[in-house]
C-alpha cells in the first residue's frame, strides 16, 4: 500500500511538473480545440475576462486576451489582427462591448477566424461608429456619466480620453457586481479616446463568419434594444441574459458557455 501510494504521488507531481512547464510556455495550438482570443473594451482591461478564462482553462481551451489600445477604431484593430496572426490553427474570437467592434474589423478575411461572440458588444455595418450605435435605440445611461479629459495622443496630437466618473461606474456598468469589487474595477479603468468611438467602420466580419451574441438586459451602457438590432442583423444565434453591461465579471459562466458553444459547433 505504501508502494502505490508513492507511486500515485509521484505520477501527480509528474502531471504537475508538466502542467506547470506548458502553462510558462503560453497557449499551445490543439488538434482537438480551437484558441479563443478575447478582446475587452472601454472602461477595462485584459483582466475583465479573468473569470471567463478560468472557465475555459479548466475547459481545456488555449486562452489568449489581447490588451486592446483603446486609442482608435482602425489601429485597435490593427493591433488584433497582429495578434490573431501570432496563433496557429483556429481561433474563436470573443469582444466585449467595444471589443466587439474591433473584433469586426480586424477579422474580416481571417480565414483562420471560426467564431465571433459578441459579449454585450457592438456589431458595426461598414459607415456605422460605435457611439452611433450606442444611441440609436434609448435606454443608454453612460453617456451622462463620463467625465472627458483633454490629453496628447501619440503620434495624432491632442485628443480626449473617456472615463467613467468613479461615483457613476457601478450604477451605469457593474451593477450586479460586489460593491467592494466594481470599486476596484472603478479606480483601475482604462480610458478610451472620444476618437475611436467615433471612428466608422471599414470592415464587417460578422458578415462572413458565423456568430453569436449575449445580449444583457440589465445593460446601461448599451441598450438591449441596440444589441437585438445588431444580434439580428448579423444573424447571429443570440442568448439573453439578466446582467449588467460588466457580464465578464459577474456572469463568467454564461459567457463562457456561449464561447465554448461557439467553438464546438464551428470545429466539431
Do not use: C
Amino acid at each position: 500500500m505504501a508502494l502505490r501510494t508513492a507511486m500515485t504521488a509521484g505520477v501527480a507531481v509528474a502531471a504537475l511538473v508538466a502542467g506547470s512547464a506548458s502553462a510558462a510556455a503560453g497557449p499551445r495550438p490543439s488538434a482537438q480545440k480551437p484558441t479563443v482570443v478575447l478582446v475587452h473594451g472601454a472602461f477595462a482591461d485584459s483582466s475583465s475576462w479573468n473569470g471567463v478564462v478560468k472557465e475555459l482553462l479548466r475547459d481545456g481551451y488555449p486562452v489568449v486576451a489581447a490588451a486592446n489600445p483603446l486609442r482608435g477604431l482602425h489601429s485597435d484593430a490593427q493591433y488584433v489582427r497582429s495578434v490573431l496572426a501570432s496563433v496557429k490553427g483556429p481561433i474563436v474570437l470573443a469582444g466585449h462591448s467595444y471589443g466587439g467592434s474591433v473584433m469586426s474589423e480586424a477579422a474580416d478575411g481571417d480565414k483562420d477566424v471560426k467564431a465571433l461572440v459578441y459579449i454585450a458588444s457592438f456589431a458595426p455595418e461598414k459607415g456605422e461608429s460605435t457611439s452611433a450605435l450606442a444611441a440609436k435605440f434609448p435606454g443608454g445611461q453612460l453617456g451622462e456619466a463620463l467625465n472627458q479629459v483633454p490629453v496628447t495622443v501619440p503620434g495624432t496630437g491632442a485628443g480626449t480620453d473617456l472615463y467613467i466618473k468613479q461615483d457613476q461606474f457601478r450604477r451605469v456598468f457593474a451593477a450586479d457586481v460586489p460593491r467592494k469589487e466594481a470599486a476596484l474595477m472603478a479606480a483601475t479603468q482604462r480610458p478610451i479616446t472620444s476618437a475611436a468611438l467615433d471612428e466608422k467602420a471599414t470592415r464587417t466580419a460578422w458578415k462572413s463568419i458565423r456568430s453569436w451574441f449575449l445580449i444583457t438586459r440589465q445593460d446601461l451602457a448599451i441598450p438591449p434594444d441596440s444589441m437585438r438590432f445588431m444580434a439580428k442583423r448579423a444573424k447571429s444565434r443570440t442568448v439573453e441574459i439578466n446582467a449588467s453591461h460588466a457580464v465578464t465579471v459577474s456572469e463568467p459562466d454564461a459567457v463562457a458557455d456561449l464561447i465554448v458553444e461557439a467553438a464546438r459547433a464551428t470545429t466539431r
